[in-house]
């Protein structure tokens, strides 16, 4: 080390303007590769390689996965979205997604059952169509018919897209969702922008009365990144205002001033080149820069004014005792220097200890911080003395040349000659140190440390132990959300969803079984399994079955697509059979309602309707108002003889009276495709679709499927049979949730992270017997993710701690027993570190704070604070030896001589990192508070209790007499 800032002395005062100038250059290249740094808010950049978001990325390869973006449209209290015009507006708006550009080509495959754009107004729009209408032909009265017989046949699959609120007579929710799915397969930015234009055009779509709300994971990283952007300018600009202004205080010198200020924006742009260079866009050694990243500028700016206030302090020491700014520079270099570059180190190696964690953030951000400390040295450290060299060497020749012509001045004026005007105003001689007495503040800690050692040494253990002992039951924690600010559209939208559909509606847990998915046992086992989700708290139901896509409930739908075919085919045959008694069985509103009957179904004659429109009020139906007027009983037998009209007009004109008779006979569950054909069904009776389903159905049944008792009576044997019809006909549907190396069983859960470790065990437990066929089951979610973030975070933070405090510890050590033949001098040297991270950890546990993506680096910034105040402290004390002093003498002058410096440095990096607390990211305002508490505390174990144990340790070396 003392070669190294040998060296460095040599280049900075022989040639300070090629010093500068290199520099310069090189602050000029990283800031040109920093214009390729790439950002990612992605919260999935958390999770530990390895671990569970790599089986979720694996699924996603795998199997044709969709993300999807919520729209929640909320009425607001007492609001009602069942109402004919909202369900107009929200189908219009389906439409509308569906037809864009943007959004169409990414959409997810449309699968039989299961569309890409799922809307609450869905099932009243595909209602009404089999009527032949559309919602918005519908009156008030026939719409509010329409949506309570849908309610009442299709609750179950309906109810999930309603809020908890929704009631059924009469028929009204506040709430209701869209749903509108990606295809993974589609390209990532593809996707991201079709999610934003999702977000367009809910915002532009005509949906009066209606709040909406859109969530989506793109949704969320855009409110982190804008958070982001707002911050760092705010954060970083007012952190290096304040320390400008604490400069300008300590300094009184502009010169002094620029040099630490354009130091240390000089830092931050080396740290982001090489964030770029090192990055994604260069050699990929580290990842994007990411929302924790906001925090490293301003940590530079905090820790970095540390080389500039101490450099010009000791600088200016040695200028006063006289020194030449060559002799100034280098002696500061030499002796300050040398604490500096030891002080480097250990910080560098405290971060850097983060590489330990197996957050790929976390670790990136040690990195990040350990290349700009080293950038700040680098630069104040050659900067400081250059600049004071050239700008001292300039004032020194000039003050030598004012003294010359003054000394001319004063032998001409022997002589009787005129005095010369002088060329400029003198500059008076720097003075020496004033002697007097020390401040208050520094007779009190040395007269603490000289008088007092043993009980201020005593308090300080206790305090550290009680507040190790609090700090125990720290918590850790890690939520996307609290990378938003308060207030933030997205954390608003988060709220209403737990508010009013309990938790994030889009949640899934997959449970992935790896064997082979030809066996019949294997399959057997894990068809088994749905049924018993049912019982299993976090599972999301529809009416009393587990919300589940698999290999087996898909099967199962389209089984029951088939059978809701054949009972429509069913129905109309015996209609069309008997068209009088179907028209009986058709419910009819008693008393029928006027509105119901359509001008457009019913003609009167001309003479009749120009008579009765001459004596009704404008816009009044004729017909209406004849039906209101008419005999209930009449009017009914009326309806229904004109229904039955309608039906017998409807029935296919090649099928005979014996045919059809035949047919309308038979039960729907024997109406396959064979007996159909046989039976003289014309083809054109049958749509291409219901074709397709009623062959699945019956290849089905061929393979062992009865839809009478559903899947949980098939045979083990049958599942490899049934899965090849679905093979053969919906391949793409199946590659859904089956590959050539197992299946996937797609769970809607509500866990959310405080409950998906317990949920992943219920469901293993769940499908012990699949594993135990030699399957290998692993249930994966992205809040599984997210507890497994917070379990490794809370397992780093022992070895973090650990590694930490050891590499300073054993580079104090080494330092100290190579120059001064002493191990105990190091580990004094640790002491504020140990003392302020234990206060800091009992701090926040009792400020209700916790461990999170930020403050997880706690230790790193222990080290990087506490070991260069001790480092300042012990190196002056032990130059103050060196001059013959004793312990209580040199404690004193150090004190003296490096307290305001470490004071100054105090404030200037507490109020750096303080300004953290104006960020809208509450991980970075708990950093801010952490890293102020951190500085305070290191502080005043630095000026409190580590000078007892270098007087201490000074006396036992002088009763040794070494």
Same mark, same amino acid.
């Given at each position: 080390m003392?070669?190294?800032?040998?060296?460095?002395?040599?280049?900075?005062?022989?040639?300070?303007?090629?010093?500068?100038?290199?520099?310069?250059?090189?602050?000029?290249?990283?800031?040109a590769?920093?214009?390729?740094?790439e950002?990612?808010?992605?919260?999935?950049?958390?999770a530990?390689?390895?671990?569970?978001?790599d089986?979720l990325d694996?699924?996603?390869e795998?199997?044709?996965?969709?993300?999807?973006?919520?729209v929640?449209?909320?009425?607001?209290?007492?609001?009602?979205?069942l109402?004919?015009?909202?369900?107009?507006?929200v189908?219009q708006?389906?439409?509308?997604l569906?037809?864009?550009?943007?959004?169409?080509?990414?959409?997810?495959?449309?699968?039989t059952g299961r569309?890409?754009?799922?809307t609450?107004?869905?099932p009243?729009?595909?209602?009404?169509?089999?009527?032949?209408?559309t919602?918005?032909?519908?009156?008030?009265?026939?719409a509010?018919?329409?949506i309570?017989g849908?309610l009442?046949?299709?609750?179950?699959?309906?109810?999930p897209?309603?809020?908890d609120d929704?009631e059924?007579a009469?028929?009204?929710?506040?709430?209701g969702?869209v749903?509108?799915?990606f295809?993974?397969?589609a390209?990532?930015?593809?996707?991201?922008?079709?999610?934003r234009?999702?977000?367009?055009?809910v915002?532009?779509?005509?949906?009066?009365?209606?709040?909406?709300?859109v969530?989506?994971?793109?949704?969320?990283?855009?409110?982190?990144?804008?958070?982001?952007?707002?911050?760092?300018p705010?954060?970083?600009?007012?952190s290096?205002?304040l320390v400008?202004?604490?400069?300008?205080?300590?300094f009184?010198?502009?010169?002094?001033?620029?040099v630490?200020?354009?130091?240390?924006i000089?830092?931050?742009v080396?740290?982001?080149?090489?964030?770029?260079?090192?990055?994604?866009?260069?050699?990929?050694?580290?990842g994007a820069?990411?929302?924790i990243?906001i925090?490293?500028?301003?940590?530079?700016?905090?820790?970095?004014?540390?080389y500039?206030?101490?450099?010009t302090?000791?600088y200016?020491?040695?200028r006063?005792r006289?020194?030449?700014?060559?002799?100034?520079a280098?002696?500061?270099?030499?002796?300050?220097?040398?604490?500096l570059?030891l002080?480097?180190?250990?910080?560098?190696?405290g971060?850097?200890?983060?590489?330990?964690?197996?957050l790929?953030?976390?670790?990136?951000f040690?990195?990040l911080?350990?290349?700009?400390i080293?950038?700040?040295?680098?630069?104040?450290?050659?900067?400081?003395?250059?600049?004071r060299?050239?700008i001292?060497?300039?004032?020194d020749r000039r003050a030598?040349?004012?003294a010359?012509?003054?000394d001319?001045?004063?032998?001409?004026?022997?002589?009787?000659?005129?005095?010369?005007?002088?060329s400029d105003?003198?500059?008076?001689?720097?003075?020496?140190?004033a002697?007097?007495r020390?401040?208050?503040?520094?007779?009190?800690t040395?007269a603490?440390?000289t008088?007092?050692?043993?009980?201020?040494?005593a308090?300080a253990?206790?305090?550290?132990?009680?507040?190790?002992?609090v700090?125990s039951?720290?918590?850790?924690?890690?939520n996307e959300?609290?990378?938003?600010?308060?207030?933030d559209?997205?954390v608003a939208?988060?709220?209403r969803?737990d508010?009013?559909f309990?938790g994030?509606?889009?949640?899934?847990t997959?449970?992935?079984?790896?064997?082979d998915?030809?066996?019949?046992?294997?399959?057997?086992a894990?068809?088994?399994?749905? +049924?018993? &989700? @049912? *019982?299993? $708290?976090? /599972?999301? !139901?529809?009416? #009393?079955?587990?919300e589940?896509? =698999?290999?087996?409930?898909?099967?199962?739908?389209?089984?029951?697509l088939g059978e809701?075919?054949r009972?429509a085919?069913?129905?109309?045959?015996?209609?069309?059979?008997?068209?009088?008694?179907?028209?009986?069985?058709?419910?009819?509103?008693?008393p029928?309602? +006027?509105? &119901? @009957? *359509?001008? $457009?179904? /019913?003609? !009167?004659?001309? #003479?009749l309707?120009?008579?009765? =429109?001459t004596?009704?009020p404008?816009g009044r139906s004729?017909?209406?108002?004849?039906?209101?007027t008419?005999?209930?009983?009449?009017?009914?037998?009326?309806?229904?003889?004109?229904?039955a009209?309608g039906?017998?007009?409807?029935r296919?004109?090649?099928?005979?009276?014996?045919?059809l008779?035949?047919l309308?006979?038979l039960?729907?569950?024997?109406l396959?495709?064979?007996?159909?054909?046989g039976?003289?069904?014309?083809d054109?009776v049958l749509?291409?679709?219901?074709?397709?389903?009623?062959?699945?159905?019956?290849?089905?049944?061929a393979a062992g499927?009865?839809?009478?008792?559903?899947?949980?009576a098939?045979?083990?044997?049958a599942w490899?049979?049934?899965?090849d019809?679905?093979?053969r006909?919906a391949?793409?549907a199946?590659a859904?949730?089956?590959?050539d190396?197992?299946?996937?069983?797609?769970?809607?859960?509500?866990?959310?992270?405080?409950?998906?470790d317990?949920?992943?065990?219920d469901l293993?437990a769940?499908?012990?017997p699949?594993?135990?066929?030699g399957?290998?089951?692993?249930?994966v979610?992205?809040?599984?993710?997210?507890?497994?973030i917070i379990?490794?975070?809370?397992?780093?933070?022992?070895l973090?701690?650990?590694?930490?405090?050891?590499s300073?510890?054993?580079l104090?050590?080494g330092?100290?027993?190579?120059?001064?033949?002493s191990?105990?001098?190091?580990?004094i040297?640790?002491?504020p570190s140990?003392?302020?991270?234990s206060l800091?950890?009992?701090?926040?546990?009792l400020?209700?704070?916790?461990?999170?993506a930020l403050?997880a680096?706690?230790?790193?910034?222990a080290?990087?604070?506490?070991?260069?105040?001790?480092?300042?402290?012990?190196?002056?004390?032990?130059?103050a030896r060196?001059?013959g002093?004793?312990?209580e003498v040199?404690?004193?002058d150090?004190?003296?001589?490096?307290?305001?410096a470490?004071?100054?440095?105090a404030?200037?990096?507490?109020?750096?990192?303080a300004v953290?607390?104006?960020?809208?990211?509450?991980p970075?305002?708990?950093f801010?508070q952490?890293?102020?508490l951190?500085?305070?505390?290191a502080?005043?174990?630095?000026l409190?209790v580590?000078?007892?144990?270098?007087?201490?340790?000074g006396?036992?070396?002088?009763?040794l007499?070494?």
């Amino acid at each position: 080390m003392n070669r190294l800032m040998h060296l460095l002395a040599r280049i900075a005062i022989r040639a300070p303007a090629v010093t500068l100038g290199v520099l310069l250059t090189l602050t000029l290249v990283l800031g040109a590769a920093a214009g390729n740094l790439e950002v990612d808010t992605g919260v999935e950049g958390f999770a530990p390689e390895g671990g569970v978001a790599d089986t979720l990325d694996d699924i996603g390869e795998r199997f044709e996965a969709a993300s999807s973006v919520q729209v929640l449209l909320d009425a607001g209290p007492g609001g009602d979205v069942l109402e004919r015009d909202v369900l107009v507006a929200v189908d219009q708006l389906a439409q509308t997604l569906r037809g864009d550009p943007v959004i169409a080509p990414v959409l997810a495959p449309e699968r039989t059952g299961r569309e890409p754009i799922a809307t609450f107004a869905l099932p009243f729009a595909s209602a009404a169509e089999t009527q032949d209408q559309t919602l918005a032909e519908f009156n008030e009265t026939s719409a509010a018919l329409l949506i309570e017989g849908v309610l009442d046949a299709a609750l179950d699959q309906i109810e999930p897209l309603f809020s908890d609120d929704l009631e059924l007579a009469p028929p009204r929710a506040r709430s209701g969702l869209v749903s509108v799915a990606f295809d993974t397969n589609a390209d990532s930015e593809d996707r991201a922008a079709a999610a934003r234009q999702v977000a367009a055009l809910v915002d532009e779509a005509q949906l009066d009365g209606l709040r909406s709300s859109v969530l989506s994971i793109t949704a969320i990283e855009d409110g982190i990144e804008a958070a982001l952007e707002r911050d760092l300018p705010v954060l970083l600009g007012t952190s290096l205002l304040l320390v400008l202004l604490v400069l300008a205080w300590l300094f009184r010198s502009v010169a002094d001033v620029v040099v630490g200020f354009l130091g240390l924006i000089a830092s931050i742009v080396w740290m982001i080149g090489f964030s770029a260079l090192l990055g994604p866009g260069g050699l990929g050694v580290l990842g994007a820069f990411n929302q924790i990243g906001i925090a490293i500028p301003v940590l530079l700016v905090g820790l970095g004014i540390d080389y500039s206030v101490h450099l010009t302090t000791r600088y200016r020491e040695q200028r006063a005792r006289g020194d030449d700014p060559d002799r100034a520079a280098y002696v500061t270099l030499v002796t300050v220097g040398v604490a500096l570059i030891l002080a480097t180190i250990a910080s560098v190696a405290g971060f850097l200890a983060n590489v330990a964690t197996p957050l790929p953030p976390i670790r990136d951000f040690g990195i990040l911080a350990a290349i700009g400390i080293v950038a700040a040295f680098l630069i104040l450290g050659g900067a400081v003395p250059a600049t004071r060299t050239l700008i001292d060497r300039r004032l020194d020749r000039r003050a030598a040349r004012r003294a010359a012509e003054a000394d001319t001045a004063a032998v001409a004026a022997a002589n009787g000659d005129a005095l010369p005007p002088p060329s400029d105003v003198p500059t008076p001689p720097l003075a020496a140190p004033a002697v007097g007495r020390d401040p208050l503040w520094v007779r009190a800690t040395a007269a603490l440390a000289t008088r007092h050692a043993a009980p201020a040494l005593a308090v300080a253990a206790l305090v550290v132990a009680v507040s190790s002992v609090v700090a125990s039951g720290l918590d850790t924690e890690f939520n996307e959300r609290d990378f938003l600010p308060e207030g933030d559209p997205i954390v608003a939208t988060l709220d209403r969803l737990d508010a009013q559909f309990g938790g994030d509606v889009g949640e899934r847990t997959y449970v992935l079984v790896d064997g082979d998915p030809e066996d019949a046992q294997l399959l057997g086992a894990a068809a088994e399994l749905a +049924p018993r &989700l @049912v *019982d299993i $708290d976090g /599972v999301r !139901l529809v009416g #009393d079955r587990a919300e589940v896509v =698999s290999p087996f409930e898909l099967v199962e739908r389209y089984a029951e697509l088939g059978e809701q075919t054949r009972d429509a085919l069913a129905a109309d045959l015996e209609a069309w059979d008997d068209p009088v008694a179907a028209a009986a069985e058709v419910d009819l509103p008693d008393p029928i309602d +006027p509105d &119901l @009957v *359509d001008d $457009d179904d /019913v003609e !009167l004659p001309a #003479d009749l309707e120009q008579a009765l =429109s001459t004596r009704l009020p404008d816009g009044r139906s004729p017909l209406a108002a004849l039906v209101a007027t008419s005999d209930p009983d009449e009017l009914a037998t009326s309806v229904r003889e004109a229904i039955a009209q309608g039906i017998a007009e409807d029935r296919p004109a090649g099928l005979s009276d014996a045919d059809l008779a035949a047919l309308a006979a038979l039960p729907a569950a024997e109406l396959s495709l064979a007996t159909l054909a046989g039976g003289g069904l014309p083809d054109e009776v049958l749509s291409d679709d219901d074709r397709e389903l009623l062959r699945i159905l019956d290849d089905l049944e061929a393979a062992g499927y009865d839809p009478a008792t559903g899947p949980d009576a098939v045979e083990d044997d049958a599942w490899p049979d049934l899965l090849d019809v679905l093979a053969r006909h919906a391949p793409d549907a199946l590659a859904d949730v089956l590959d050539d190396q197992g299946l996937l069983m797609i769970v809607s859960s509500a866990a959310g992270p405080d409950g998906a470790d317990r949920l992943a065990a219920d469901l293993e437990a769940a499908a012990a017997p699949v594993a135990a066929t030699g399957a290998q089951v692993t249930v994966v979610s992205d809040p599984l993710v997210q507890a497994e973030i917070i379990s490794s975070l809370s397992a780093a933070q022992l070895l973090a701690i650990l590694i930490s405090l050891a590499s300073a510890a054993v580079l104090l050590v080494g330092a100290t027993l190579l120059t001064s033949r002493s191990v105990g001098l190091g580990l004094i040297g640790i002491v504020p570190s140990v003392v302020a991270l234990s206060l800091v950890l009992g701090t926040m546990r009792l400020i209700g704070l916790s461990f999170n993506a930020l403050t997880a680096t706690v230790a790193s910034i222990a080290v990087g604070i506490g070991v260069p105040y001790g480092i300042h402290l012990i190196n002056r004390f032990r130059e103050a030896r060196s001059r013959g002093m004793l312990a209580e003498v040199a404690i004193g002058d150090s004190l003296r001589n490096t307290g305001p410096a470490l004071i100054g440095s105090a404030v200037t990096t507490g109020l750096a990192f303080a300004v953290l607390t104006l960020s809208e990211s509450t991980p970075v305002v708990q950093f801010g508070q952490v890293s102020t508490l951190m500085i305070g505390y290191a502080l005043l174990a630095c000026l409190l209790v580590q000078p007892a144990l270098l007087v201490l340790w000074g006396r036992r070396r002088d009763v040794l007499g070494r």
